[in-house]
């Protein structure tokens, strides 16, 4: 399906260095592009070997292996953004993981594994982030979220919860950035179609794809569409914008 594009500055990021989480596929993916696109110099982290592939696309990309969950892996992103590329200005917290599960269950190692994840490792790159946006005197920070942080799926209590700590995160993350200049905001996306479950369904597609009835929109998202959002809050262009939650599902939160 061919999805509406809406042109922004193409040189809106020009001067500036992202960091980005989970970069290797999908949202994260899609958001690197953007981003270097647009003039900025990227840090792209993510477990995967593959991220070591994206400067053949994205020449100048600066890719490091690493698990977000690891206190030294969040340290090492940072000062390489730093050391090699001359600071920090942005950082997007993309990495996820979810889980599908009755809550009678969900083990005390799928739900530590799912937190880690997405709450301890977004709280890791954030507090390296925020320390070095304090020095230069502001930046921004952006989450993939999920609309489950506000609304309930059955067999979802690990991926919601930890949904749900990340959108709090970032309102403290506003609250203590903004004197400092620097902002926060989550994107609570819906769903989007992306290999993001075919580690636990073989019929990841098809299943992702059976939700597009459930949005008023009458489809699921492309990643591009939630890479734009993202973008979008950590541009010039929503200065005002901190402390969100910012909604891009389809409508679905809507009914």
Not at 36 to 46: E, K
Not at 219 to 246: D, K, M, N, W, Y
């Amino acid at each position: 399906m061919t999805t509406p594009t809406h042109p922004a500055d193409p040189r809106e990021f020009a001067g500036r260095t992202a960091l980005v989480t989970g970069a290797a596929r999908g949202v994260g993916k899609e958001t690197v592009r953007l981003l270097h696109g647009r003039g900025a110099q990227v840090v792209a982290v993510d477990r995967r070997q593959e991220v070591t592939a994206l400067p053949q696309e994205f020449p100048g990309v600066h890719p490091l292996v690493g698990d977000v969950t690891d206190e030294a892996t969040a340290q090492q992103a940072v000062r390489a953004a730093v050391d090699v590329l001359g600071g920090l200005d942005i950082l997007v917290n993309n990495a996820g993981r979810t889980l599908n599960k009755p809550i009678t269950e969900t083990t005390t190692e799928d739900w530590d594994a799912v937190m880690a994840v997405n709450a301890r490792g977004s709280f890791l790159f954030s507090r390296e982030a925020f320390r070095v946006m304090a020095e230069r005197g502001g930046g921004a920070i952006v989450s993939t979220g999920s609309y489950v942080c506000t609304v309930a799926l059955p067999e979802g209590a690990a991926y919601s919860a930890s949904k749900g700590a990340l959108a709090q995160l970032t309102k403290v993350l506003a609250v203590e950035g903004g004197p400092l200049g620097i902002r926060a905001n989550t994107v609570a996306a819906g769903i989007i179609e992306t290999d993001f479950l075919d580690t636990f369904r073989a019929d990841s597609r098809a299943y992702l794809a059976s939700f597009a009835g459930a949005q008023p929109l009458g489809r699921v998202a492309q990643p591009e569409e939630i890479a734009e959002v993202l973008c979008f809050l950590v541009s010039p262009r929503s200065s005002f914008i901190t402390g969100a939650v910012v909604a891009a599902d389809g409508g679905f939160t809507a009914i």
